[in-house]
């Protein structure tokens, strides 16, 4: 039987959500923790230009970090430049476009002043290496892809919108970055329905993901843990567990969403992260 999930805007125009995450981050010298909680409203606009898509604006409300996060500030400074955005979705509710993106770069601006005038002469030459990269990623246009995977933003743009089928599961691919050292994790994943209410059309879908073996650059990966590690023949064994859930109400508003990812290079390397996501006005 097929399902289909499409997003119906007619009933409410508006949905407060709260996004929960944490992660820890370790390697054989370090370990850092990071948590957050924030309050985000995605609004309806309108149907895109092509009517395939639509147009949502999204704004956080609120932001808050954890005492123990060690990436507090240029977290809260990054996520600064997408606090009000008006976005343009594909015909799967993925983000195509940021149509206010004058806007980000003007935040951009004062963000990156900012940090060069805050910059000390110990961690300057890192300042401007982030500064490089944030530039070239918005000149690219990498930055809207960095940005739709990952945090609140991954769960309201999920790009999960179409039909499903009992037999074939939906398959998608995925660069998470931040996770795999200096590279982005390659993901596969595949999405199939686990719940589904034939009268009321709720339903609930699930992903587990895999590493897309064909997008990885493990050469590079191998090469840089052997220099670091200075042992030219040592064996490099990624390990990854991936999944994720979301369950969708009768008009296929998001209700509530969960991801968590394990990443482990046995004796180099761990990254474990969750991240939660529930409408917090569903009875009024």
């Known amino acids: 039987m ?5 997003f119906d805007a007619f009933v409410s125009d508006s949905r407060r ?5 944490s992660s820890i981050v370790a390697t054989e010298k370090m370990m850092m923790k990071t948590s957050s909680e924030t309050l985000i409203e995605k609004k309806y606009l309108e149907k895109s230009l092509d009517k ?3 147009v949502f604006n999204i704004k956080t409300l609120s932001e808050t970090y954890g005492k123990d996060s060690a990436t507090q500030k240029i977290g809260s400074d990054m996520n600064s430049l997408v606090s009000d955005i008006d976005v343009i979705t594909d015909a799967r509710g993925k983000l195509k476009q940021i149509y206010n993106m004058p806007d980000v770069i003007k935040r951009w601006d004062g963000v990156k002043k900012k940090w060069k005038k805050e910059a000390t002469n110990k961690n300057r030459e890192q300042v401007h290496k982030t500064i490089a990269t944030v530039e070239g990623n918005l000149k690219n246009g990498t ?3 960095d940005i739709s995977n990952q945090g609140v933003l991954y769960f309201l743009l999920n790009g999960l919108y179409g039909s499903y089928d009992d037999k074939e599961e939906l398959q998608l691919k995925r660069d998470l970055n931040k996770f795999l050292v200096t590279q982005p ?3 596969k994943i595949n999405y199939k329905v686990v719940d589904y209410n034939r009268f009321t059309k709720e339903m609930v879908i699930e992903g587990l993901g895999e590493v897309d073996e064909e997008r990885l650059d493990k050469k590079t990966l191998t090469k840089l843990i052997r220099t670091l590690k200075d042992k030219i023949n040592l064996k490099v064994d990624l390990q990854v567990a991936y999944k994720e859930r979301f369950e969708f109400d009768q008009y296929h508003w ?3 969403g969960e991801q968590e990812v394990k990443v482990k290079i046995p004796g180099f390397y761990m990254v474990e992260s969750k991240q939660s996501i529930i409408q917090t006005d569903r009875d009024g």
């Open 2 to 6: 097929e399902r289909i999930l499409k």
């Open 17 to 21: 959500y709260k996004h929960e995450a």
């Open 52 to 54: 395939s898509g639509h």
């Open 143 to 145: 930055f809207v892809d």
């Open 185 to 187: 994790l390659p993901l």
């Open 254 to 256: 998001l209700i509530k």
